[in-house]
């Protein structure tokens, strides 16, 4: 369904907690947002090189009380003013999804407002409708992050078929453990991303995995065993890594294998209109390789604005609006899912 038909505006409460940002926003009819704060982790986590998942729980339980304020503020709305509330239940970090689901079931509780479940992954494809007013489906996405490698078809709103998936680690899982045996700190790809603009990307070779069995699979395991072995033999021949060109190299490889890919299933399926998702749709290198690729090939590209790249409230409030319309409503037996299917919502 379109927003354009619906009539009467209505404003969405949404909360997201499925790894370590904390964060609420307040949209309306799933394109205008009216709040959106984000509290993150980031600075404790640097201290361990990743995501401790016992610590955000615990942060999440602290900073959502707050967070949830500050968006109703912000927006200048109050609670009775809402239509409904939206919350992240899957996927993500169990401990940290049931702090934001059970917050959202108490929240509609004692508020009487409609609870609506959101995909974590929906949300990211979601993104693209705040940032790009005129963007409907059907349309081709990538889906990159930290957990996940997707070629999805939305065809539509709510209805999204998987077309190619990773089988094995996620693009931006192998950035940031690549950067992290580099020596960079958490977050380990956004780190690669300013690194690699600064070096020559052909001097390391590289192996461009496939999927024999699959076109649209990727494969990412292989490409960063190759680098870790790079920075472990050049380490044991006592020699210093060039950090610029091996991120540089690197980065090129994995972001030749998202495009090759994706290009391919939009040539095979008939698709021109391309959008990308996710926490690596912010990588510099994939967002000028495909606005050149797609502007060669005659294709729309819709891109998220880079502030909703990351985890954030508004995304969840923009795909919590279809789910809602399509009377998506949980009760309070919700509970949160570390993994669950993007098919399935």
């Not at 707050?66 to 927006?75: C, G, H, Q, T, Y």
């Amino acid at each position: 369904m379109d927003s354009r038909e619906n009539t009467k505006d209505i404003r969405i409460l949404a909360i997201e907690s499925s790894c370590d940002e904390t964060a609420a926003a307040v949209v309306e009819n799933g394109r205008r947002v009216l709040s959106n704060v984000v509290v993150s982790q980031i600075d404790e986590h640097k201290l361990y090189g990743g995501v401790v998942p016992e610590i955000a729980s615990r942060r999440h339980v602290e900073a959502i009380t707050a967070v949830v304020n500050k968006s109703l503020s912000d927006a200048d709305m109050k609670l009775s003013e809402l239509d409904a509330l939206a919350v992240t239940y899957a996927p993500g970090l169990i401990g940290a999804l049931l702090v934001g689901v059970n917050f959202a079931k108490g929240l509609s509780y004692a508020s009487k407002l409609p609870l609506v479940p959101v995909h974590h992954l929906r949300s990211h494809i979601a993104a693209n409708y705040i940032t790009n007013a005129q963007l409907e489906p059907p349309f081709l996405c990538l889906v990159v992050s930290g957990g996940h490698s997707h070629i999805v078809a939305v065809e539509d709103y709510t209805k999204m078929k998987i077309i190619g998936k990773t089988r094995d680690d996620a693009a931006g899982e192998v950035f940031d453990k690549v950067a992290r045996t580099i020596g960079m700190p958490y977050p380990g790809g956004v780190n690669l991303d300013k690194k690699a603009e600064l070096g020559n990307d052909a001097a390391y070779p590289m192996p461009h995995p496939r999927v024999a069995d699959a076109p649209y699979d990727f494969s990412f395991s292989g490409l960063k065993t190759a680098a870790l072995n790079i920075i472990h033999n050049t380490q044991q021949r006592g020699e210093e890594i060039n950090a610029e060109d091996l991120s540089a190299s690197y980065r090129k490889a994995v972001v030749g294998c998202l495009t090759e890919n994706f290009l391919k299933a939009a040539r095979d399926l008939g698709y021109k209109k391309l959008v990308i998702a996710g926490g690596v749709s912010a990588n510099t290198l994939l967002r000028r390789e495909l606005e050149r690729e797609c502007g060669e090939r005659g294709y729309e590209l819709y891109m998220p604005e880079l502030k909703y790249c990351g985890d954030n409230g508004a995304m969840v409030g923009a795909q919590a609006y279809y789910e809602f319309l399509e009377g998506n409503i949980a009760d309070l037996s919700l509970n949160a899912a570390a993994t669950r299917s993007i098919e399935i919502g």
